[in-house]
């Protein structure tokens, strides 16, 4: 082991089970039990999750929807409610912080947390019960001395499991279990190793080093030492973002004015929550304007002030669209919130703090939303946008 300090390291790798279905579930108790699946069986769109009932008949994350709906057509298809979601996941990572500073994302339902020096498996199954009893969901847990086998760990014991792969186990579990199971490796290397007859991790660890370099090329040190149960990579602790975006991919590609700033509106509402609930604000507001063809557009202008109301956004926004004259059918349309700054910048006065009319409009706004899980405000054009038109997010 070439680090001294992974020998004693202490690695959680947390992961909600069926993450959105399970919200659904619990949001709603007549789904519970049944075949829920995330995703609309008559779009373009991928299954973004589904809940274990729904596996029973083949369903899987990342599946087309229609094809979802081939192999179980009496399963409930819900479309992404990503805003709950997003609350859910914020709440889990409130829970996460209470037990250590070093906790990286590595997506909306799923993290990992380095407590060294601790009593692993204790504070792992103490995250699980907060999750159960605050959340009304179900999360596993993965325990060990390095990231990717702390997160074969959780995977290997879902739902709501907790297992602890311990530094002298690490080759036996290893060992047995498919190729594919390592991080990294795709259909297309998994095919190749299979040609060549090695499907378990344990005849990979076997090989010679000249051989790793001659398949995996650049990144042979990582999967030999992977394939041994080496692994040094640190976790890597969660930062302020340097953008808050939001995007929409229209079911039909849209070529009306109104109906694009009424999307813009639904953007720019998304957008501004989230930076308010993080206490940001912002100095540039971008959009992003892809035609049908494909081809796409980019705009963005800098505030002498910053900003994080909805209205303020949207007109800027606006502003940029309207300049952008789009004269093609537009398939999708994003906005992008950049240069940002903390909200409570007290510079102005060490006793008072400026808030604008427009500040104390989003902060009613958003304690309605928080109370209703949705937004009970909407900008005026919001009401133009067609209410069909989804976004889509995976989680696994
Ligand atoms: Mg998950």
Redesign the pocket.
């Known amino acids: 082991m070439s680090d001294p300090q992974a020998d004693y390291r202490c690695i959680i790798h947390i ?5 959105f279905a399970s919200v659904e579930q619990r949001d709603n108790p007549g789904l519970r039990g049944k075949p829920v699946i995330i995703g609309n069986p008559h779009s373009r769109g991928v299954v973004s ?1 589904c809940s274990y009932e729904a596996r029973v008949y083949g369903v899987r994350s990342a599946m087309p929807a229609s094809q979802a709906y081939r192999l179980c057509p009496h399963g409930i298809f819900i479309k992404p409610r990503m805003e709950r979601y997003k609350q859910v996941s914020d709440a889990m990572f409130d829970i996460f912080d209470k037990y250590s500073p070093v906790i990286e994302k590595v ?1 909306i ?2 993290a990992y947390i380095d407590v060294t020096g601790e009593d692993g498996v204790g504070i792992a199954e103490s995250i699980r019960r907060d999750i159960k009893r605050e959340l009304g969901i179900t999360a596993s847990a993965g325990v060990s001395y390095c990231k990717f086998l702390a997160k074969l760990a959780s995977h290997s014991c879902k739902p709501d499991g907790l297992r602890h792969i311990m530094k002298e186990e690490a080759r036996d579990f290893l060992d047995s279990l498919p190729v594919s199971r390592l991080p990294g490796i795709g259909p297309k290397t998994q095919s190749k190793l299979d040609a060549l007859g090695i499907s378990t991790i344990g005849a990979l660890s076997k090989m010679p080093e000249a051989w790793f370099v001659r398949v995996f090329g650049k990144a042979a040190k990582r999967f030999q030492d992977m394939a041994r149960g080496i692994d040094n990579e640190p976790v890597t602790p969660w930062r302020e973002p340097k953008s808050i975006s939001e995007e929409n991919t229209f079911d039909d590609d849209i070529d009306s004015m109104d109906c694009l700033q009424g999307q813009l509106a639904v953007l720019a509402q998304n957008v501004a929550f989230r930076l308010r609930k993080s206490r940001l604000k912002c100095r540039t507001v971008g959009v992003k304007i892809r035609y049908h063809n494909f081809s796409t557009i980019t705009r963005e202008h800098t505030l002498s002030e910053a900003v994080s109301s909805d209205a303020e956004i949207f007109h800027r926004a606006k502003a940029l669209l309207e300049a952008a004259a789009p004269d093609k059918p537009v398939r999708l349309l994003g906005i992008v919130a950049k240069g940002l700054v903390p909200a409570r910048s007290r510079q102005a006065s060490l006793f008072e703090f400026h808030e604008s009319p427009w500040d104390r409009v989003s902060r009613s706004m958003d304690e309605l939303r928080m109370k209703y899980g949705k937004p009970v405000v909407l900008l005026g054009p919001c009401l133009k946008s067609r209410a069909s038109d989804g976004k889509e997010e995976g ?2």
């Open positions: 992961d909600a089970d069926a993450f999750t997506s339902d799923e989680t696994g």
